[in-house]
């Protein structure tokens, strides 16, 4: 008996294709998803200006190569982050959240996250989570201050 209730816990634990489609959209209009590309660009370019010795043509073909490579990762992301969504959303809260997410307001705020996200940053200057944290720690107890 308790061997087929973990059969069946184990049955529902796998998502459907629905599910993982629906999961596999949503997973697209996620943030991470706007930003993918330009970390993509950001790596291709950086990568051919490490190889100067590369000729213009062998330069545009490595970014096709980066393009191609990039475009299959995405879709290995988009399937995990689908599967898992559909792992922990019925296919009803799925379509919801679907449409919720490809409305015209949070497409047009995907598509202006990178821009925002690179000018607020830029704003901000340097940042170093870990030494303010020290550094707070410090003057409320007097340990791990820098000596």
């Known amino acids: 008996m308790m061997l087929l209730a973990f059969a069946l816990a184990q049955a529902a634990a796998v998502p459907t294709t629905d599910a993982t489609a629906l999961g596999a959209r949503l997973a697209r209009s996620g943030s991470i998803m706007a930003l993918l590309p330009m970390v993509a660009q950001k790596d291709t370019e950086e990568l ?35 599967t898992a969504y559909a ?28 821009a925002v996200m690179a000018e607020a940053l830029g704003s901000l200057g340097s940042l170093d989570l870990k030494a303010d944290i ?14």
């Open 48 to 82: 051919v200006a490490a190889h100067p010795e590369l000729s213009a043509d062998e330069q545009q073909k490595l970014r096709e190569t980066a393009k191609v490579t990039f475009e299959a990762g995405m879709t290995r992301i988009e399937t995990a982050f689908g």
């Open 134 to 147: 020290a550094a707070a720690f410090c003057r409320d107890t007097g340990k791990l201050c820098k000596r």
């Open 87 to 114: 792992k922990r959303f019925t296919e009803a809260e799925l379509r919801e959240l679907v449409a919720l997410a490809e409305n015209p307001a949070q497409r047009k705020l995907r598509e202006v996250q990178p």
